[in-house]
């Protein structure tokens, strides 16, 4: 088999939080078992873990459907985080002048991969 077929992606492209927030969330999830993210994932004190959490989810079942692969063997082989489109706000200030407020949106992306012998996770 190619490498290409034992790997399933997932993305989000409109999630309300800065890149900065949402890459720490998405770091701390890399070369886990899917099994292990999951649960960090659920017990996480992060707002944007949910959202985070439902992608890992479409990424396992992309997997699991299209892809034919095994739940168990499956690791998080890559999540990156890029920006999106930015709201811009105003509020007013002092004098009659205006303070801008900018509302930044991200993308997520998460490949999940079947690997055939068992690696440590990372912690």
């Not at 492209?13 to 701390?28: C, D, G, H, I």
């Not at 985080?81 to 991200?106: Q, T, Y």
Request: charged share 30%; aromatic share 4%; proline share 2%.
């Amino acid at each position: 088999m190619s490498q290409n077929n034992l790997q399933a992606i997932a993305k989000d492209n409109m999630l309300r939080v800065s890149p900065t927030k949402l890459s720490l969330v998405a770091n701390s999830i890399i070369n886990k078992s899917v099994s292990n993210a999951i649960n960090q994932l659920k017990f996480s004190d992060k707002r944007i873990s949910r959202n985070v959490l439902k992608v890992l989810n479409a990424a396992i079942a992309n997997a699991e459907n299209n892809k034919q692969l095994d739940i168990d063997k499956l690791f998080i082989k890559e999540a990156y985080v890029g920006k999106s489109l930015r709201m811009k706000r105003w509020r007013p200030r002092a004098k009659g002048r205006a303070g801008s407020i900018i509302k930044p949106f991200s993308k997520i992306t998460i490949v999940v991969e079947e690997r055939l012998k068992k690696q440590k996770d990372v912690k």
